[in-house]
């Protein structure tokens, strides 16, 4: 069984970045490609970014192309989404996630097995 835990999130103003992270035990994180989400309040859970087994793919939702970053570090068994340019609509619970199939860049919530307990990301306007 994998686990994944979050941290990073916090309150910031709008503009600001933040970097989020995703450690990763119970089972190495090679082989999974591996996602983040977010849930805003009142809102479903959404797609956020996805990366491939080596990182050499990134996929992103429209919303945060060009402002975040995925990246993952296998060694490390880490995945971190890097935030830059932050608005107050980018405020929600952000959620790592695992994939177990191989299949890379899938992006609905149904397909990812392994969940965190997520982390509060605030932007003030």
């Known amino acids: 069984q994998v686990q994944l835990v979050e941290s990073g999130g916090g309150l910031v103003r709008t503009g600001a970045s933040l970097i989020l992270s995703c450690a990763v035990s119970?089972?190495?994180?090679?082989?999974?490609?591996m996602g983040w989400f977010r849930q805003a309040p009142g809102k479903e859970r959404e797609f956020v970014a996805a990366?491939?087994?080596?990182?050499?793919?990134?996929y992103y939702s429209d919303s945060v192309k060009g402002r975040f970053t995925i990246s993952r570090d296998n060694a490390k068994n880490t995945v971190t989404l890097q935030m830059n340019s932050l608005k107050h609509e980018d405020t929600a619970v952000y959620y790592c996630?695992?994939?177990?199939?191989?299949?890379?860049?899938?992006?609905?919530?149904?397909?990812?097995?392994?969940w965190g307990q997520g982390t509060q990301v605030t932007v003030s306007s």
């Open positions: 996630a695992a994939d177990h199939s191989g299949v890379e860049g899938r992006r609905e919530v149904y397909e990812y097995l392994d």
């Open positions: 119970g089972r190495t994180l090679k082989y999974y490609p």
């Open positions: 990366i491939n087994w080596n990182g050499d793919n990134t």
